[in-house]
């Protein structure tokens, strides 16, 4: 049993930057591989970042590419998402998620099998 919990989502200007936390409860492992994803009102949950086991290897989808930076804390079972240069666009539910061990590509959300409750994540123009 893994539980996931986020923090730091708010209301922010654009141009502005927010960092969002992830902190992993009950059975963890510092090997999983963990992502942020997000859901735009009336869109479907999208993939944002992932970070490996060894946090040597990110990977973003293009949108956020030079404005997110994904990170993590393994010894303090913690994962953060810094976003920089937000947009209106980046406005969504934000949520963290553990990946499993499975044949599904690190973008797809049957990859995973832990998620967070969501932060709210909004951006004005």
């Known amino acids: 049993q893994v539980q996931l919990v986020e923090s730091g989502g708010g209301l922010v200007q654009a141009g502005g930057s927010l960092r969002l936390s992830c902190a992993a409860s009950?059975?963890?492992?510092?090997?999983?591989?963990m992502g942020w994803f997000r859901q735009p009102p009336g869109k479907e949950r999208e993939f944002v970042a992932l970070?490996?086991?060894?946090?040597?290897?990110?990977y973003y989808t293009d949108s956020v590419k030079g404005r997110f930076t994904i990170s993590r804390d393994n010894a303090n079972n913690m994962v953060y998402l810094q976003m920089n240069s937000l947009k209106p666009e980046d406005t969504a539910v934000y949520y963290c998620?553990?990946?499993?061990?499975?044949?599904?590509?690190?973008?797809?959300?049957?990859?995973?099998?832990?998620w967070g409750q969501g932060t709210q994540v909004t951006v004005s123009s």
């Open positions: 009950g059975r963890t492992f510092s090997s999983d591989a």
């Open positions: 970070i490996t086991w060894s946090g040597s290897s990110t």
């Open positions: 998620a553990r990946k499993s061990n499975s044949f599904n590509y690190y973008y797809n959300v049957d990859a995973y099998d832990y």
